[in-house]
């Protein structure tokens, strides 16, 4: 099956080819470890072919001098082929989520190159935190994080579009090097790809926690002014 392109020579040779198409695959780490830059390079790639690329920001991630930095030419134009959804709330990112699927619907699945979620986590977050000791509100908002990767996991297996999703992290209670995923078994049941990134100063790193066909294994890298590349020992 054809791949999703990353963008990137080096993550592409890293990955055997790029991104699964039919599933979803999960970046998660700290802030400022790149998770944004390998989303924004898949879409690049997906929007310069002519494909239309959505991308659900809700953290304000999608830069547009970014963009602009790793298309060089034609940038505006090329804009044209993203279709850009900001939620603001839990709610929000809920019905953006049934934008979607109305998007979808007005192309044929080969015309989408891709959809981008980031981040998954931010509004969740913000909402279990306002349902802080009320097991019922937590367990109601679980449930439609629930729906919410289903609804992106159908469209991936059906459509053959692949997904992309940001996620954040916080550190674990008993050992305080390690980190774990927001949304914690949900994310990791409905992502067939899990890609961990970390960051020790300029040194970035990108590990495969969880793939279909890959074992795991890492990729040392820099973001560089076009994109992705491959770099020496972490």
């Not at 109305?102 to 279990?128: F, H, T, W």
């Not at 059906?158 to 995923?181: A, G, H, R, T, W």
């Not at 973001?223 to 020992?233: A, C, H, Q, W």
Request: aromatic share 10%; proline share 2%; net charge positive.
């Amino acid at each position: 099956m054809e791949k999703l392109s990353s963008g990137s020579y080096d993550l592409n040779k890293w990955l055997g080819g790029g991104y699964d198409r039919d599933v979803i695959t999960t970046f998660y780490g700290p802030g400022g470890s790149g998770k944004t830059n390998f989303c924004m390079l898949a879409v690049v790639h997906q929007a310069r072919m002519g494909k239309k690329v959505i991308f659900i920001d809700t953290e304000g991630g999608f830069s547009l001098d970014r963009f602009r930095q790793l298309l060089g030419k034609d940038a505006d134009s090329i804009l044209n082929n993203v279709v850009l959804l900001k939620p603001t709330t839990f709610d929000e990112q809920w019905k953006a989520f049934g934008r979607l699927l109305k998007e979808i619907k007005n192309y044929v699945p080969e015309q989408i190159g891709c959809i981008v979620v980031d981040s998954i986590a931010m509004l969740y977050r913000l909402q279990i935190a306002e349902a802080e000791g009320d097991k019922e509100k937590i367990k109601k908002v679980n449930g439609v994080l629930v729906r919410q990767m289903r609804m992106l996991a159908e469209i991936a297996r059906k459509k053959n579009i692949p997904i992309l999703v940001v996620n954040q992290v916080y550190s674990d209670f008993e050992d305080k090097s390690k980190v774990n995923m927001v949304g914690g078994d949900i994310l990791k049941y409905w992502s067939k790809c899990i890609i961990e990134l970390k960051r020790e100063g300029f040194k970035r790193k990108a590990i495969i926690r969880k793939h279909r066909s890959l074992p795991e294994k890492e990729f040392n890298f820099e973001i560089v002014e076009l994109g992705i590349r491959k770099k020496g020992l972490f």
